[in-house]
């Protein structure tokens, strides 16, 4: 092995050292509001990523939000690299393209946009129970 080949296989191994273990975005997550929660599943061919609203609180369980319980925020997103999705949103009502990327083991971040121009990034936090 050269020089040079050594040099790099060893950047390549410590770069691999530095990286996160993959994390699956599976379970229960809470938006960065803590006023819902989602139920976040691999869903159609096992590769896709779907979000249900599961629970409202903090305010947010009034008459206008409750008929949204059990229904999608994440609707069937396609995987297009490690940790992100893209796909359908659904926010209260509003259907938005989305990006969904999980930036940790417990940290997904939504961004959706309408027509390109209104765009709007929530943070998602695994919820754990106290």
């Known amino acids: 092995m050269t020089g040079f080949a050594r ?7 410590s770069l691999a050292t530095l990286l ?3 994390a699956s975005p599976v379970g229960l997550w809470e938006i960065e509001m803590r006023d819902s929660r989602y139920d976040v599943t691999m869903c159609g061919d096992g590769t896709q990523l779907c979000a249900e ?4 609180g903090n ?4 008459p206008e ?3 949204y319980m059990n229904t999608l925020l994440i609707d069937h997103a396609r995987q ?8 359908e949103l659904h926010i209260y009502g509003q259907r938005a393209a989305g990006t969904i990327t999980q930036v940790g083991a417990d940290q997904i971040t939504l961004k959706g946009c309408v027509a ?3 765009c709007k990034t929530y943070q998602m936090y695994r919820y754990a129970p106290k």
């Open 116 to 118: 390109f121009v209104i």
């Open 59 to 62: 305010g947010a369980d009034s």
């Open 65 to 67: 939000n409750l008929p």
């Open 7 to 13: 040099t790099a296989l060893a950047a390549i191994l």
């Open 20 to 22: 996160p273990a993959a």
């Open 80 to 87: 297009t690299r490690a940790n992100q999705w893209k796909g």
């Open 53 to 56: 609203l599961v629970w409202l």
